[in-house]
């Protein structure tokens, strides 16, 4: 169990992350974990939750958040970590092991690192430390005073952190990888001196003598205009020394590659991998335009809590940068591990060209990120792989692909072992393999970097799975698919949504059309219109009702529509061999709390599949917050559809599974233990 504050107040048990509640009840969380294994008096959670004045029954408002924060924990296996919400008079204590909060983890790693002292081991440590941040501390909090105080004192540390990573790359000669660091932190923060300082010695070092000094004279209007004050010692100390050196001739810096081989005992760690492609085929330089919205400034790293190992561990340390030192250099062909293009792929024009619009953009000067995301059976790999291989060509550096097994039988795939494929994959010795996810991750964006690269991650469960996977270099795109809309990493990566629907009248038969034979479905079009509308119009039911057919060459369509309609029979026939939606939604109600797959049972007694959350409520006997809770998580993994505010429909093939897991187990949502450990690989 993790807990985060880098970001979205968060907690995740593997790759999975708790329902934490409305905003007051994260804060009320996020002010135990900013104090953590100490008595938090209830007047002080009072004072931090309610801005004004605070209403008559704050003090039962506060334990019911507590209470509800206990349960939760409790779910989790909180006891199992050590951890435990206990009450001491009028005062909370949340007694946990500090290492499994992420700004104590990040904390240890930055004092570890000596960025003049032992820059090369400097580099992987903070690369680490900041990669741990997802977005603006404390978001989800309320916008209270002390929390903002509280956000603003990490914040700091931060960009404290993101100096010292620029002065580390320096250090080592690596005065590109400095200034691409230090310029997106200096856009956000542009009355930072001493940020704007190290940004202009990078600069002039890297042979922009002009870039440096704009730095200094726009810094200088800002501070002027805004504050109404001169710039001060270290700003003005780096544009004297610039001058100087101009005037002594000293001005050109060492050529870029000059520069990263003699920082080479950590050129895997900080981003500037071998090879000799020309300026040409890197693209433009990281500084133009490396503004990176919510990810951490200064870092390619994204956040890499699945990993195994202890934060500033010698292991971790070890790891990153053996690994770089012997990975950074490019050996042999390309990857190219997409999986075969899928057969008889047809239509999702307006899909593919969506993902063609998000992942070939270059000018935001990032990595772009897509998730295709939609309900089982809909054809999301599909889709992903079939754009993959059409836009092959503009990835020359090569093609990743990996099945997190998020929705698949047994365990998910944890990030340490796909990081491992993929740096075998690019060349790296198997020895050189660090052993820890967040070591692994930061030589993988650091051999990565520069290159035009695809990356394809199928099947995802969550957006915690995802980001220790995620390439960190301008010219990279990845594509993620996933049956839950990973809000996450919308949130924190700036990943774009490109949603999957299900298939209409024309493109279904479509697609018979193209399984069995235009002939056959011409025979009986209204046959074909029925059998797109028992299927949900779900390409992967369609695919199973033409294996029917395929295997009975005599059947006409409405034979196997008459079948269909027996509901008693449908999903059966909807199945060949390990494929089918009934595999593919048993993975999705595995995936589910207890409570969850008893809302879905209830709802699957809905006579025509049409519901409000009054109507949830009453046929599930929960209350209002607990039912729209659970349906806004049904609603993200795709097993309902929230058509209109409050108008939610759940399809005809999820309520027949729904129903007959009800009648096997007795009892609604039995099935839903949330471990994944049933069923058969339901990818779609």
Known sequence: MEFSLLGPIAVTTGSAELSLGPAKRRSVLALLLLQPNTTVPLEQLIDSLWEDEPPEHARTVVQGHVSRLRA??????????????????????????EELIDAHRFGELVALARPEAAPADAVPLLREALGLWHGPALTGTVTSPPF???????????????????????????????????????VNHPLREGLIAGLMRALFRTGRQSDALEWFHRTRRLLNEELGVDPGERLRGAYEEILRAEAAGSGQAKPAGGARAAGAASAGASGAPGGSRSAADRGPRPVAGADRGPVPDGTDAVDARGGEAVPGGDGARAGATDGARAGSGRTGAAPRLLPRAPARFLGREQELAALTAVLTDGGTGESSLAVVAGPAGVGKTACAVQWAHLRAGDFPDGQLFADLRGFGEGDEAPPAEILRDFLLALGTPPER????AQAASALFRSLVAERRLLVVLDNARSSAQVRPLLPGGPHCATVVTS????????????????????????????????????ERVAEDPAAARELVDLCDGLPLALRAAAAQLTARP???????????????????????????????????????????????????????GHLNASLAAALAGYDPERTQDGLDRLAEMHLVDE????????????????????GESGEGGKHGTGDGSKGSDGRG
């Open 554 to 608: 005599r059947w006409r369509l409405a034979r196997l529509a008459a079948a269909l309609r027996d509901e008693r029979r449908r999903l059966a026939l909807l199945s060949a061999e390990d494929t089918g939606i009934a595999a593919a939604l048993r993975m999705s109600v595995a995936r589910l709390s207890a409570d969850d797959a008893q809302l879905l049972s209830a709802l699957a007694t809905s006579a025509d």
């Open 483 to 518: 049956r839950s809309r990973l809000d996450g990493l919308v949130a924190t990566d700036c990943a774009r949504p490109v949603g999957l629907q299900t298939l209409g009248h024309e493109e279904g038969a479509a697609l018979l059309g193209a399984m069995l034979g235009p």
């Open 72 to 97: 939760t924990l409790a779910e989790g296996g909180a006891e199992a970590y050590g951890i435990e919400l206990t009450t001491h008079g009028s005062a909370y204590l949340l007694r946990l092991p």
């Open 148 to 186: 903002a105080a509280a956000a603003h004192a990490l914040e700091e540390r931060r960009l404290t952190a993101v100096e010292a990573l620029g002065r580390a790359h320096g250090a080592l000669g690596e005065h590109e990888q400095a200034a691409a660091i230090l310029y997106s932190a200096a």
């Open 643 to 662: 058509e209109a505010t409050d108008v939610y429909t759940i399809s005809t093939l999820t309520q027949l599974f729904a129903r007959d897991e009800r």
């Open 433 to 436: 393999v660090p052993g820890s």
